[in-house]
């Protein structure tokens, strides 16, 4: 490969929110767990990647640093024209012009920001679960009130959505907005054509708008295509509020800044000003640079590259699982680097509670993450965005020492 996948770098020294030494994730400390003599923390929770970034994106931020002055600025032409050409070669985009794309601090503020437009105080909203906890968490300490329609197995094992319970709960609880996670977070699935178009027929027939979190449009595995909801027809392009950011393609979080694309005037317009009261949503000049950089061919390459890297890692994991953790249900994720794992039926044959093993896996230093949160029950996420050794070596330790190990 081209780009560097393999290197491992210890990031305790960045003060790195997914490390013990972050401080704002750190078990070991409330809960007094031990890490075992002669093992390392490997970072598998938060959905950060373990990855040098593309070299782009350091190379632009480096070069407008040498100016050395940073004062007030506006958004550069070339910021518009590299999210439209973007949007266009990897989505399949078109007529996007700079008039609808809007800076965002972030997902979730966006989405906040579109919920005051379309959502009263107190009122309720559509989600899917299992259900990001990011929108747990905005939606709570906004005043609003989630309420679920659950995904459930198919014949073949595919999350799918329920459409009669998604218009039955839109109806009878008179829910007008819906917040619609495509790529999907957590279950990791890519929704097909026809299923979006569905989707945004019960929204249609009920008077709903929709919020769409495709944050994760650029991470899918391979064999499968991200659908923008808003190209799916129409209705669902004038209905809809997207939102993208490069942060989450080319880890660039730290950096802050995303953006919505909004078609319909009547909302561009009134989520704009919502936006805007806080003074706050502002573009910093680095991160419009980062976004640049990491749009720029190189950057196109990076990506393919990483989605063959994410590729192998989710297989290798998957595989992993089905042939050595017997108790352990797994469905293959289609996108994102994510997997779900269910314990419900090895902690029954074991007689171990979930707290256990979770903190079992924490002493041996594979950091994975409680999947309550998600509202799954004996759930457990893990992030794969490392190098392909450190999963390996996170999947030895899982085996010898937690699931096929007496303890």
């Known amino acids: 490969m081209k780009y560097d996948f393999t290197s491992i770098f210890p990031r305790e020294d960045a003060i790195a929110t997914e490390w013990p030494k972050g401080g704002l994730w750190s078990p070991y400390e409330e809960k007094g767990i031990k890490l075992r003599e002669g093992f390392d923390f490997i970072p598998m929770w938060v959905a950060d990647m373990n990855f040098k970034a593309c070299p782009t994106i350091p ?4 070069e407008r640093t040498k100016h050395t002055t940073y004062g007030y600025f506006a958004p550069r032409k070339e910021y518009f024209d590299s999210i439209i050409k973007w949007q266009e070669t990897r989505n399949g985009v078109q007529g996007l012009t700079a008039e609808c794309i809007g800076y965002e601090n972030g997902v979730l503020g966006g989405v906040a920001s579109a919920l005051r437009v379309l959502c009263e105080q107190g009122g309720k909203v ?3 679960s299992p259900v990001y906890v990011g929108f747990t968490g905005t939606l709570k300490n906004n005043g609003w009130e989630a309420v679920h329609s659950p995904l459930y197995k198919d014949e073949n094992g595919v999350w799918r959505m329920d459409y009669e319970d998604m218009d039955k709960k839109l109806k009878e609880q008179n829910i007008h907005v819906a917040i619609f996670c495509s790529p999907h977070n957590p279950t990791g699935r890519v929704w097909e054509k026809w299923e979006i178009e569905k989707a945004m027929e019960v929204y249609k027939a009920n008077d709903c708008y929709v919020i769409s979190d495709e944050i994760w449009a650029d991470l899918i595995l391979e064999g499968h295509k991200h659908i923008p909801t808003q190209s799916v027809n129409e209705d669902a392009r004038m209905r809809t509020v997207a939102f993208y950011a490069p942060s989450k393609t080319f880890n660039l979080a730290g950096l802050i800044g995303s953006y919505h694309i909004i078609y319909n005037k009547y909302l561009r317009d009134r ?14 000049v680095l991160s419009m640079h980062a976004l640049i950089g990491a749009y720029k061919p190189e950057g ?7 989605r063959q890297v994410l590729t192998t890692n989710v297989d290798y994991g998957y595989n992993y699982i089905q042939a050595h953790f017997d108790g352990v249900d797994i469905i293959k994720p289609q996108g994102t680097y994510l997997l779900l794992l269910d314990t419900t039926k090895w902690l029954e044959a074991h007689g171990k509670t979930f707290e256990e093993l979770y903190d079992r896996a924490l002493e041996f230093g594979v950091g994975w993450q409680n999947g309550e949160a998600f509202f799954l029950k004996n759930g457990i996420r ?5 190098p392909l050794s450190r999963v390996q070596d996170a999947f030895d330790r899982l085996d010898k020492y937690v699931f096929n190990a007496e303890w």
């Open 126 to 128: 559509l989600v899917h």
């Open 300 to 306: 196109y390459e990076w990506v393919d590259e990483l």
């Open 59 to 62: 190379e632009a931020i480096i």
């Open 382 to 386: 893990m992030n794969l965005a490392l």
């Open 271 to 284: 989520i704009r000003k919502e936006s805007s009261l806080s003074h706050y949503n502002s573009m910093n």
